[in-house]
């Protein structure tokens, strides 16, 4: 079992940051995949970033430039930096991790940004 707690949501006005935590229960050099996804109201739950052991990452096309994910082993923490936000960023944000499928989500994370 792997628990993920995510915080650091709330509103921001436009082009303003952001920062997402996910705390893992476990040590995340364990874990083999991480990302954030997010999902906004009426629409489906989309891929926003993602971070493989090797540390490769994958970012969706509307957030490259803007966001940028990193892990710090030694809080057992995935983070997702948040930078230039926009109204249509406005979303629900989830931690997810796999050692292998199907893998552990987070509760989730609210993030509005105003315009």
């Known amino acids: 079992q792997v628990q993920l707690v995510e915080s650091g949501g709330g509103l921001v006005q436009a082009g303003g940051s952001l920062r997402l935590s996910c705390a893992a229960s476990v040590p995340i050099f364990s874990i083999n995949f991480m990302g954030w996804y997010r999902q906004a109201p009426g629409k489906q739950r989309e891929l926003v970033a993602s971070i493989s052991k090797n540390g490769n990452t994958n970012y969706a096309d509307s957030v490259k430039g803007r966001f940028t994910i990193s892990l710090d082993n030694a809080k057992n923490t995935m983070y997702l930096q948040m930078n230039s936000l926009a109204p249509e960023d406005t979303a629900v944000y989830y931690c997810?991790?796999?050692?292998?499928?199907?893998?552990?989500w987070g509760q989730g994370t609210p993030v509005t940004v105003s315009s």
């Open positions: 997810y991790a796999a050692r292998v499928s199907p893998g552990y």
